[in-house]
């Protein structure tokens, strides 16, 4: 079969948008045409912000920031998310392909070590397209795909060559709890699957140079209140892959107001609990695991800012 360059599959990724199949939900609205599916994006871009960003795994953020740029809205909608004021509805600023280049070059100029789009499933053609116009123009940064682990294999298939590192979230290894907190029956499922054709296109590692991240995979999962034995789930799914993909392991949970009465999200995780994650990971033979901290420090970013990350001093 012919290979389809560069170009070519991101186009195929914009003619996805005309009946959005962009991700598993399979809206199939005409997004080209301004309907919007379960994400509540229209033909647009819609982004929050773009910073060089201190709180990231350090590989990523090494000494002077990722380069993140935050998308608005989500293709999952999940009840506790720690973005919440940007990721359930579209809030920001529309930008165009060329202005998201702009974007792209701007923090390159500032010293990034990489670009990184946050949540940038539904937002992929212009993205990509924007990619590669800033390759053209000279970018020679890794781009980092931070997404939320909800995708088409067949979708992130189409990302070969064009992304550097993967950098997915894998939220539930139990469906139901997939269903309880983000509304979709299936996460496991295809969250095992992409991670899969992830760890195909750039090797089951995190590759450095001089302790800053150039390819390869970083797996994140932030554990919950109440639920180890989704973590531990989490935990299986990943390691049928491979044991020497990089965990980052998160005990920042902090409950959002929406879920402050809830009665498993609307507290912090306990050290108990977190440390039965960890050990847990150990004991499979995950090599390379990131942890943190269980202390009282808040992480939750507050995009009403300028600098929604200002806890960490930067
Ligand atoms: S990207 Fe949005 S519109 Fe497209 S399938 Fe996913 S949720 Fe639906």
């Given amino acids: 079969m012919k290979e389809v360059d560069e170009s070519g599959r991101v186009a195929i990724l914009q003619r996805g948008r005309e009946r959005c199949v962009l991700c598993p939900h399979l809206c199939r609205t005409d997004r080209a045409a301004g309907e919007k599916g379960f994400c509540r994006l229209g033909a647009e871009m819609v982004i929050h912000s773009a910073l060089p960003h201190h709180g990231e795994e350090p590989p990523l953020s090494g000494s002077r920031g990722a380069g993140t740029i935050f998308f608005s809205s989500c293709n999952l909608r999940c009840r506790y998310c720690q973005n919440h004021q940007i990721s359930h509805f579209p809030a920001g600023q529309t930008v165009s392909v060329e202005e998201l280049t702009g974007i792209m070059l701007a923090l390159a100029a500032k010293g990034c070590h990489n670009i990184e789009p946050v949540t940038p499933t539904p937002h992929l053609p212009g993205i990509m397209a924007a990619t590669l116009a ?26 070969a060559g064009m992304v550097d590192i993967y950098l997915p979230d894998f939220k539930y290894g139990i469906a139901e709890a997939g269903r309880l907190f983000s509304g979709v029956r299936d996460y496991p499922r295809h969250a095992l699957a992409s991670l899969k054709e992830m760890v195909r296109q750039v090797g089951d590692e995190l590759s450095t140079e001089e302790g800053i991240a150039q390819r390869g995979i970083l797996v994140r999962h932030l554990v919950l209140p109440g639920h180890v034995d989704n973590s531990l789930a989490v935990l299986k799914l990943i390691r049928e892959v491979s044991p020497y993909v990089p965990l980052s392991l ?65």
């Fill in 134 to 159: 800033a390759r053209r123009q000279g970018l020679r940064l890794p781009l980092v795909f931070n997404c939320g682990g909800y995708e088409r294999e067949k979708i992130i298939g189409l990302l």
């Fill in 250 to 314: 998160m005990s920042q949970y902090t409950p959002i107001p929406a879920v402050a009465r809830h009665p498993q999200l609307g507290r912090r995780v306990s050290r108990k609990e977190y440390e039965q994650v960890v050990n847990a990971a150990c004991d499979m033979g995950f090599e390379e695991l990131y942890t943190q901290e269980v202390d009282d420090r808040e992480l939750v970013p507050d995009f009403d800012r300028d600098r929604p990350f200002d806890w960490d001093g930067k």
